[in-house]
Each structure stands twice: as C-alpha cells, then as structure tokens.
C-alpha cells in the first residue's frame, strides 16, 4: 500500500494538481524554467490566503517533499 507522499507524488505526476479531502490546500506543477531540470510546484491554502498569511498566488515549492511539508503544515483541521 503506498504512503500518503507517494500518493501525492503519483497525483502529481499524473494530473499535476493535488487538492487536500477538504478542498482547502492545492499542490499544482508550475512550468519549469529553462535550464532547471527539478520538478517545482506551487502551493496554496485558502485558509491562509483568507487570513493574509499566504499571498494568494501562493508559495512556491521546490519538490515534492517541500510539497509534503506544505501539506503538512496547512492542516487546519476544523477551521474555516
């Protein structure tokens, strides 16, 4: 059975878009630029972006265990 980050991993790979069971934190492939060969990904809380603590663009991520760390740390839970 695969972990949670290989699911992420996997989701990324095949849509390039991983959004939380909540709805509230989406992991999107950005295009790579040129001469960069990592994959890079663009995170977003809506929680966050609501409260001014995330800039509605979002944050960008270097990989997919940054991507991992993102999830994690936007857990809000309950919270609206």
Known sequence: MPTD????????AFSR??????????IRRAPAPPGYS???FTG????C????LLAPGGEALADVRAAV???ATHDHGEAD
Not at 5 to 12: G, M, W
Not at 44 to 47: G, K, L, Q, S
Request: hydrophobic share 35%; net charge neutral; aromatic share 4%.
């Open 5 to 12: 980050d290989e699911r992420l991993e996997r989701s990324l």
């Open 17 to 26: 878009t991983h959004v939380s069971d909540d709805g509230q934190v989406t």
């Open 38 to 40: 990592g994959a890079r």
């Open 44 to 47: 977003t809380c809506a929680i």
């Open 49 to 52: 972006v609501r409260a001014g």
């Open 69 to 71: 760390r993102f999830l």
